[in-house]
Structures are given as structure tokens and as C-alpha cells.
């Protein structure tokens, strides 16, 4: 049974970090692309940065480009999201997706992933 978790989201003051954590069981992480998503109540999910198999390719969207840093450690089974200079509209519900699909490139479309987490909440206050 596969599963992720994230952690590592939380309460920050508009322009502070936090480091996102994606923990990935029951399958190879290591053939896996894999993706962060956001969604704020109202509206809809929000492609936030993917990143492929092996690194050696990552997407961001635009909004958070510069700001955001997707990484991945394939040995730890586990994928980080640093984000910087944090804004109040940054403020949702953040998920990490898995695509085992690896020979595939990474995506922007959500329904391209088809494991998710359950997401952790970022709270930027202004």
C-alpha cells in the first residue's frame, strides 16, 4: 500500500521559510516523479513544483518561482519543498503526489499524479 505523508507546515509571518516534508512508503520512491500541489479554501488546486525521478529536471509554478526549492533524496524515500520569502497568498493546504510512471516527464496537471498525500496546512500571516 503506498502512502505519503507531509510535514512541516505551520504558522509563519509573511517573508519567513518552512521546509515541507514528503515521505513516501509501500513503493520504489526512486522510480517515482513527484510534485507538490497547493489548494486555498475556495479555490482550486494549484500546481506548485514537480521534480523528476533523478533531479535531473523540475518545474515550478509561476507564482512561486525564485521563492520555492524543490528537492529529493531518493536513498531517505523523501522530497523537500523550502519556501522563502513566504506571502500571506501562499497561504493552503499543501500536497505532495507521486507518478510512478518514471520514463514519463513531470507534470503541471494534477491528474497526471495518482498518489497523494493527505497535505499539511501553511498559514502565512500579513
Known amino acids: 500500500q503506498v502512502q505519503l505523508v507531509e510535514s512541516g507546515g505551520g504558522l509563519v509571518q509573511a517573508g519567513g521559510s518552512l521546509r515541507l516534508s514528503c515521505v513516501i512508503s509501500?513503493?520504489?520512491?526512486?522510480?517515482?516523479?513527484m510534485a507538490w500541489f497547493r489548494q486555498a479554501p475556495g479555490k482550486e488546486r494549484e500546481f506548485v513544483a514537480a521534480?523528476?525521478?533523478?533531479?535531473?529536471?523540475?518545474l515550478y509554478g509561476d507564482s512561486v518561482k525564485v521563492r520555492f526549492t524543490i528537492s529529493r533524496d531518493n536513498a531517505a524515500n523523501a522530497m523537500w519543498l523550502q519556501m522563502n520569502s513566504l506571502e500571506p497568498e501562499d497561504t493552503a493546504l499543501y500536497y505532495c503526489a507521486a507518478d510512478f510512471r518514471a520514463w514519463r516527464n513531470i507534470a503541471r496537471e494534477a491528474k497526471e499524479y495518482n498518489y497523494w498525500g493527505q497535505g499539511t496546512q501553511v498559514t502565512v500571516s500579513s
Open positions: 509501500g513503493r520504489s520512491f526512486s522510480v517515482s516523479n
Open positions: 521534480i523528476s525521478w533523478n533531479a535531473g529536471n523540475t
